[in-house]
């Protein structure tokens, strides 16, 4: 079977962005992939994409050119730009295919994410509860995970502090003012123990990627990071709900545990070969979280690893260098792919001010309601 390599990557800037559709948004970033990729739309043989709030994605057709091209519209959460990934990369894989491309865009209303329980495929009582509207259910879960792990809320300000100052040096961020871990932490209160400052927000955005076979990138004539591992996995039983410290409940392994493990398996490498990680952190409780559901850290050892700067672009393991969620926002269409392109970036030497130095692995991972994760491992 063929190696899978991306030689394409395109980015519309996250954020708001007036006169502009959702649509607007994926097609800019589709003609960005291309012009990256010396290709023309023609070229194309598929196409995998998703949209969650801005129409299905397979309305780029009559923008690019209603060329027959086979587009298959993917819908999996705040995974979904990685779930499209995962199909472009089988579909060149398999050896159906030797080009292609994913995308994903969204124009998001402003305020807080709020799925109906029922379009989740959750009961009733989870939302009845409260535990839908996202700050609610992601407050809880840093409380109790910071009570088992010794975690601080200093430490949830070093998170978002870094990604502000992330944000700052990257061209497609929304955010691009640093802000103080001391700014942070005494922020308006939004739900226990996270500020307004822990929090991402919805948001405007579009991102593409052109997949192609080692075939055809030697007939082309280019080079592109080569995608060594990829897999997305759903929650096992009792690994999603939000249960009080004192229930004794067998927890199951996480969605991103068992993605993770497939995904550094198919490479053949381990979380200390990584050179440079992009995480979900819709808040600073997930990346703390991630941090140790991916392997890079056993439970509790984020407090000293944040605290030592390890996470920072010049650290041991640079952690969302283009301020991840936090600073981006997040389109769910195109989130997950954001993380890739940043990488890609990363890999291709091309990330200006935040250059990591030496990078030839980079990670990915994304992560879904009501409970699967998508990882991705690049090679330079």
């Not at 080009?99 to 124009?107: E, M, T, W, Y």
């Not at 004539?221 to 409940?249: H, Q």
Request: hydrophobic residues 40%; aromatic residues 8%; negative net charge.
């Amino acid at each position: 079977m063929t190696d899978v390599h991306i030689i394409g990557a395109g980015i519309h800037p996250f954020g708001r962005t007036d006169g502009m559709s959702g649509l607007d948004q994926g097609v800019f970033a589709v003609r960005e992939a291309l012009t990256d990729a010396g290709l023309d739309w023609a070229a194309m043989q598929f196409a995998f994409g998703g949209s969650a709030a801005a129409g299905n994605a397979d309305a780029v057709l009559p923008r690019m050119g209603l060329t027959g091209v086979q587009f298959i519209n993917v819908a999996n959460g705040c995974a979904t730009g990685g779930s499209a990934l995962l199909a472009g990369y089988w579909a060149i894989k398999s050896g159906e295919f030797d080009v292609g491309i994913v995308v994903g865009f969204d124009k998001h209303p402003r305020g807080a994410f709020s799925p109906q329980p029922a379009a989740s495929g959750l009961p009733q009582w989870y939302g009845d509860t409260g535990l839908m509207l996202t700050t609610q259910f992601f407050g809880n879960k840093i409380m109790r995970y910071m009570g088992l792990h010794g975690i601080t809320p200093i430490t949830l300000a070093r998170v978002a502090e870094k990604a502000f100052e992330n944000g700052a040096k990257t061209p497609h961020s929304w955010r691009k003012q640093p802000v103080d871990a001391e700014t942070i932490l005494n922020g308006q209160m939004v739900s226990d123990p996270l500020t307004k400052f822990m929090f991402c927000s919805p948001a405007e955005g579009g991102a593409a990627l052109i997949l192609v076979s080692d075939k055809k990138m030697r007939e082309l004539g280019v080079r592109g990071p080569k995608i060594r591992g990829a897999a997305v996995r759903t929650r096992m039983e009792g690994s999603f709900e939000v249960f009080a410290p004192s229930l004794d409940i067998k927890r199951g392994a996480s969605p991103t545990e068992i993605a993770s493990k497939a995904a550094y398996e198919m490479a053949g490498v381990a979380p200390s070969d990584i050179d440079v990680a992009q995480l979900q952190d819709t808040e600073s409780g997930a990346e703390i979280m991630h941090m140790a559901e991916n392997g890079f850290c056993a439970d509790g050892e984020q407090e000293q690893m944040l605290a030592d700067g390890e996470t920072r672009i010049t650290g041991r393991l640079p952690v969302n260098t283009d301020g991840g969620c936090l600073a981006c926002g997040e389109p769910i269409g195109a989130s997950g792919l954001r993380q890739v392109y940043e990488n890609v970036q990363q890999l291709r030497g091309r990330s200006v001010g935040r250059q990591v130095e030496k990078a030839k692995l980079g990670y990915t991972q994304v992560y879904g309601a009501p409970g699967l994760s998508g990882v991705t491992i690049l090679e330079a």
